[in-house]
């Protein structure tokens, strides 16, 4: 029994530099996967948390429509004019008192949305220029 274990010690030894490589690969292969996988947990960890909490600065936009105000003014406005020729030429044409006031109150009614069509014109440069000042003071 003694000759088997020194049979065994003196093969140890012959192999030992082997066996010392081998553990020691394997060590460092456990450490080497071990620090892969926690990198990957910590990555995933911070990309969950970043994907969660960030939100990207939001992108405002100006537009100036005056132009296209001042156009539907100026239609509601020859629109209106219209409606007065109208009515004016079929007051001429009868000389009834009533077409006379049908055509007194068309025409008030057309002057009060060529009002009101200004005025909604006057409300959107104001608000394109409170627009384009706050766009300036940031």
């Given at each position: ?62 537009a100036d ?38 055509v007194e ?34």
């Amino acid at each position: 029994m003694s000759q088997e274990k020194v049979d065994r010690y003196k093969k140890q030894k012959a192999n030992r530099k082997q066996i010392m490589q081998r553990e020691k690969r394997e060590k460092m292969l456990w450490k080497i996967g071990g620090s892969v996988v926690a990198i990957a947990l910590v990555a995933w960890v911070g990309f969950s948390a970043f994907d969660r909490f960030y939100e990207p600065p939001r992108k405002f936009y100006v537009a100036d429509t005056a132009a296209i105000s001042d156009y539907l003014t100026n239609l509601a406005s020859e629109d209106a004019a219209e409606e007065v020729a109208d009515a004016v030429d079929e007051a001429l044409a009868g000389d009834d008192e009533e077409t006379s006031e049908a055509v007194e109150s068309e025409t008030d009614a057309a002057e009060s949305e060529t009002d009101a069509a200004e005025s909604e014109t006057d409300a959107a440069e104001s608000e394109t220029n409170a627009a384009q000042s706050e766009t300036a003071e940031s």
